[in-house]
């Protein structure tokens, strides 16, 4: 069973599609239905279903999947281990972060890293949060830098290394830019823009608000910070935003309530050997992090 047909086997699998998958892998289409068939014909058993445009796991396919998955992984963890024993720091690293810590936190952190380590392919993604937890719960990312999940796996060694303070904003032509002190419950009388609901970011405010009895008003989401800071610019709703992405177009609102922090940090996989690559990236982001972080690490 050669690790080409698994790889094959994955793409077609996630994507449910043999041309998708011929794209994400640089490959033809029926490159890739022979890399399928022939490791149909080493297992004896079809492994998916094609009716129509439609490509579905057959009750083997599904059997197979998960440990395919792990094949890969210790595949991969081998060539790191074998890889580490030079000492030297390249190859490629699997990083993902999201866009608002790529955009605000990552590029001099970067910048530093690639000029002291110039043999390292970065193969860098932007996703959101909980999709990089995913990714490296599956063994498809390396590494990611996010925001901490408020109750991580206990697959994952997750360590703090910034502190977020969020800041309750909206524009200054809203209702709520006259008030000299508020409540939650005033908050809540009018619309917000939030954070998607099965992000980190929402789940920690709107623990906060249900702690009192209260559910939040959200008329609008998104995932992106920087659309949410626009959308409390030109009136939409009230918002939490970091403080670093306050900016003169809005006013910060006083409320009656302990600030609300998130952290952000890395992520590793406990059972994963990591290449000296990724040791490198995480002495960059060790060397960057906040007092504030460590003693969050302490709390937890």
């Known amino acids: 069973m050669d690790t080409q047909s698994l790889q094959a086997f994955l793409a077609v699998a996630d994507s449910g599609s043999f041309s998708r998958a011929a794209e994400q892998l640089h490959l033809t289409q029926p490159a890739v239905s022979k890399r399928i068939a022939v490791l149909e014909g080493q297992i004896d058993a079809r492994l998916f279903d094609r009716i129509g445009r ?4 057959t009750e083997a396919g599904r059997l197979l999947l998960p440990r395919a998955r792990q094949i890969l992984v210790m595949v991969d963890d081998s060539r790191r281990a074998l890889g580490n024993l030079a000492g030297d720091v390249g190859g490629s690293l699997t990083l ?3 866009h608002h810590i790529g955009l605000h936190r990552l590029p001099p952190l970067l910048k530093a890293y690639t000029r002291r380590h110039p043999g390292v392919r970065l193969d860098l993604h932007f996703l959101d949060s909980e999709q990089a937890y995913q990714g490296v719960l599956d063994g498809e990312l390396e590494i990611a830098v ?4 408020p109750h991580p796996d206990e697959h994952l060694e997750v360590v703090p290394i910034w502190i977020d303070r969020l800041c309750f904003v909206c524009a200054p032509d809203h209702p709520l830019a006259s008030r000299e002190q508020l409540t939650l419950h005033e908050l809540c009388e009018f619309d917000a823009v939030l954070p998607g609901p099965l992000t980190f970011t ?3 405010i ?3 608000f249900a702690a009192v009895g209260l559910t939040l008003p959200v008329a609008l989401s998104t995932n992106y910070l920087e659309t949410l800071r626009m959308m409390s610019a030109i009136g939409l709703g009230w918002s939490l935003l970091p403080e670093g992405l ?6 910060v609102l006083a409320v009656d309530h302990p600030p609300i922090h998130r952290p952000l940090g890395y992520l590793v996989h406990q059972s994963r050997t990591l290449s000296n690559a990724a040791r490198a990236m995480i002495d ?9 972080a460590s003693e969050w690490r302490d709390r937890r």
């Open 54 to 57: 439609r490509v579905t796991l």
């Open 96 to 98: 993902a972060t999201s």
């Open 146 to 149: 996010v925001t901490l999940a």
């Open 202 to 204: 929402r789940t920690l």
């Open 206 to 208: 709107e623990a906060r």
């Open 246 to 251: 306050v900016t003169s177009e809005l006013r």
């Open 284 to 292: 960059e982001l060790e060397a960057a992090r906040e007092p504030g």
